[in-house]
C-alpha cells in the first residue's frame, strides 16, 4: 500500500491511501472526510464513487454531511432530545426540530 500526502488548503491535508489493485481512498485530516474512493470497474475504467465537492473549503459548512464519518451520533434524534437513567438531554436542532449526525459538534467537524 502507499500513501500520499497533498496540501489542500492551508491547515488541511488529503492523505491518499493505493492498493495493488488500483483502490484508493482519499481523506481528510479534518474530520476524517473521506473526498473520494476511486475503484475500478469491470472495465478497468477507475471512478470515483463517492459524492463529495470540487472545492475542498466547502466542507467546512458541508450541510448535506458529503464524506462525513459522523458521530457520536449517526443519524436522527427526533425531537433533538432523548431520556437515560430518568435524565433528560436536549440536543441542537440541526435538521428541522430534529438533531442530525452530531450538529455543528460532530466528529466530521474536528
Do not use: C
Amino acid at each position: 500500500m502507499n500513501i500520499l500526502t497533498k496540501a489542500v488548503t492551508e491547515k488541511w491535508k488529503e492523505y491518499t491511501l493505493i492498493n495493488d489493485k488500483r483502490m484508493s481512498v482519499s481523506l481528510l485530516n479534518y474530520g476524517g472526510i473521506i473526498t473520494k474512493i476511486m475503484v475500478p470497474d469491470r472495465d478497468g475504467n477507475i471512478e470515483n464513487v463517492v459524492l463529495g465537492f470540487k472545492n475542498y473549503t466547502d466542507y467546512k459548512i458541508n450541510p448535506a454531511f458529503f464524506g462525513a464519518l459522523v458521530g457520536p451520533v449517526a443519524g436522527r434524534i427526533q425531537g433533538a432530545s432523548f431520556q437515560l437513567n430518568g435524565k433528560e438531554y436536549l440536543l441542537e436542532k440541526n435538521h428541522g426540530l430534529h438533531h442530525l449526525h452530531s450538529g455543528a459538534n460532530g466528529f466530521h467537524h474536528r
